[in-house]
Protein backbone atom coordinates (compact mmCIF):
# COMPACT_ATOMS: atom_id res chain seq x y z
CA UNK A 1 0.00 0.00 0.00
CA UNK A 2 1.16 3.54 -1.04
CA UNK A 3 2.12 6.21 1.64
CA UNK A 4 -0.58 8.00 -0.11
CA UNK A 5 -3.16 4.64 0.21
CA UNK A 6 -2.59 4.89 3.75
CA UNK A 7 -3.40 8.27 4.20
CA UNK A 8 -6.08 8.26 2.34
CA UNK A 9 -7.31 5.01 4.50
CA UNK A 10 -6.63 6.84 7.83
CA UNK A 11 -9.35 9.75 7.10
CA UNK A 12 -12.02 7.61 6.10
CA UNK A 13 -12.22 5.82 9.60
CA UNK A 14 -12.69 2.91 8.33
CA UNK A 15 -10.42 -0.38 8.42
CA UNK A 16 -11.18 -3.14 5.42
CA UNK A 17 -9.13 -5.70 7.69
CA UNK A 18 -12.47 -5.28 9.65
CA UNK A 19 -15.08 -6.81 6.64
CA UNK A 20 -15.97 -9.85 8.45
CA UNK A 21 -14.60 -13.27 7.06
CA UNK A 22 -18.00 -14.78 5.29
CA UNK A 23 -15.98 -18.47 6.18
CA UNK A 24 -15.82 -17.58 9.70
CA UNK A 25 -18.45 -19.64 11.72
CA UNK A 26 -21.03 -18.07 14.43
CA UNK A 27 -22.02 -21.75 15.41
CA UNK A 28 -19.06 -22.97 17.00
CA UNK A 29 -18.27 -19.86 18.56
CA UNK A 30 -22.40 -19.25 20.34
CA UNK A 31 -21.28 -18.49 23.66
CA UNK A 32 -18.31 -15.71 22.55
CA UNK A 33 -20.89 -14.13 20.32
CA UNK A 34 -23.66 -14.22 22.40
CA UNK A 35 -20.92 -12.15 25.04
CA UNK A 36 -20.00 -9.83 22.28
CA UNK A 37 -23.71 -9.01 21.37
CA UNK A 38 -24.46 -7.39 25.44
CA UNK A 39 -26.10 -4.23 25.28
CA UNK A 40 -23.94 -1.02 25.66
CA UNK A 41 -20.74 -2.40 24.68
CA UNK A 42 -18.81 -0.36 22.55
CA UNK A 43 -15.76 -1.76 20.57
CA UNK A 44 -12.59 0.49 19.45
CA UNK A 45 -10.48 -1.41 17.16
CA UNK A 46 -7.09 0.07 15.97
CA UNK A 47 -5.07 -1.29 13.21
CA UNK A 48 -4.01 -1.29 9.93
CA UNK A 49 -4.40 -2.57 6.15
CA UNK A 50 -0.93 -2.99 5.94
CA UNK A 51 -0.42 -4.87 8.85
CA UNK A 52 -0.36 -8.73 8.89
CA UNK A 53 -1.50 -9.10 12.19
CA UNK A 54 -4.24 -7.29 11.61
CA UNK A 55 -5.08 -9.11 8.11
CA UNK A 56 -4.65 -12.14 10.13
CA UNK A 57 -7.21 -11.20 13.03
CA UNK A 58 -9.33 -8.71 12.70
CA UNK A 59 -11.77 -10.35 9.61
CA UNK A 60 -12.69 -13.32 12.29
CA UNK A 61 -13.39 -10.25 15.11
CA UNK A 62 -15.72 -8.43 12.26
CA UNK A 63 -17.55 -11.41 11.67
CA UNK A 64 -17.75 -11.85 15.32
CA UNK A 65 -19.31 -8.50 15.56
CA UNK A 66 -21.46 -8.91 13.01
CA UNK A 67 -22.96 -12.27 13.95
CA UNK A 68 -23.32 -10.66 17.44
CA UNK A 69 -25.57 -7.98 15.51
CA UNK A 70 -23.72 -5.19 17.11
CA UNK A 71 -24.50 -1.99 15.15
CA UNK A 72 -22.13 -0.12 13.09
CA UNK A 73 -22.63 3.23 15.22
CA UNK A 74 -20.71 0.55 18.23
CA UNK A 75 -17.63 -0.14 16.46
CA UNK A 76 -15.27 2.50 16.58
CA UNK A 77 -12.25 2.13 14.01
CA UNK A 78 -8.96 3.99 14.24
CA UNK A 79 -6.56 3.35 11.19
CA UNK A 80 -3.01 3.44 12.65
CA UNK A 81 0.14 4.69 10.39
CA UNK A 82 3.29 2.61 11.32
CA UNK A 83 5.99 5.62 11.12
CA UNK A 84 9.71 5.22 9.91
CA UNK A 85 10.99 4.48 13.56
CA UNK A 86 8.38 1.58 13.93
CA UNK A 87 6.05 3.90 16.21
CA UNK A 88 2.22 4.05 15.12
CA UNK A 89 0.10 6.98 14.77
CA UNK A 90 -3.15 7.57 14.35
CA UNK A 91 -6.50 8.94 15.56
CA UNK A 92 -6.49 8.19 20.07
CA UNK A 93 -3.43 6.31 19.67
CA UNK A 94 -1.31 8.65 22.59
CA UNK A 95 -5.27 9.19 24.58
CA UNK A 96 -5.66 5.05 25.13
CA UNK A 97 -1.98 3.95 24.83
CA UNK A 98 -1.84 2.24 21.77
CA UNK A 99 1.66 0.37 20.98
CA UNK A 100 0.70 -2.55 19.14
CA UNK A 101 -1.74 -3.15 16.88
CA UNK A 102 -4.64 -4.57 16.48
CA UNK A 103 -5.53 -3.43 19.61
CA UNK A 104 -9.11 -3.62 20.34
CA UNK A 105 -10.58 -1.76 23.62
CA UNK A 106 -14.01 -2.53 25.09
CA UNK A 107 -16.17 0.17 27.06
CA UNK A 108 -19.27 -0.05 29.06
CA UNK A 109 -20.26 3.35 30.21
CA UNK A 110 -17.73 4.98 28.99
CA UNK A 111 -14.95 2.42 31.21
CA UNK A 112 -12.98 0.36 29.46
CA UNK A 113 -13.74 -3.26 30.54
CA UNK A 114 -11.48 -4.81 28.43
CA UNK A 115 -8.87 -4.90 26.05
CA UNK A 116 -7.15 -7.13 23.95
CA UNK A 117 -3.12 -6.24 22.06
CA UNK A 118 -1.78 -7.93 19.15
CA UNK A 119 -1.47 -11.59 20.15
CA UNK A 120 -3.19 -13.19 22.83
CA UNK A 121 -3.28 -16.57 21.44
CA UNK A 122 -6.60 -17.14 21.11
CA UNK A 123 -8.95 -15.57 18.59
CA UNK A 124 -9.82 -11.41 19.71
CA UNK A 125 -13.39 -12.10 19.95
CA UNK A 126 -12.47 -15.35 22.14
CA UNK A 127 -10.68 -13.40 24.12
CA UNK A 128 -12.60 -10.06 24.80
CA UNK A 129 -15.88 -12.88 25.37
CA UNK A 130 -13.42 -14.30 28.14
CA UNK A 131 -12.39 -11.28 29.62
CA UNK A 132 -16.23 -9.87 29.74
CA UNK A 133 -17.69 -12.79 31.37
CA UNK A 134 -14.90 -12.95 33.60
Known amino acids: MSETDAEADASTGRLETMR ?11 ETVEVLAEEGLVF ?4 GDWC ?3 RGRLP ?3 AALDAAGVPDDRV ?3 PVVKEDDGSKTGPEVEAYGIELIPTVVVERDGEEVARFVEDEGVPVAVYLANELSG
Do not use: K, L
Open 60 to 62: DFG
Open 44 to 47: RVWG
Open 52 to 54: GDC
Open 76 to 78: HHY
Open 20 to 30: PNPAWSADAYE
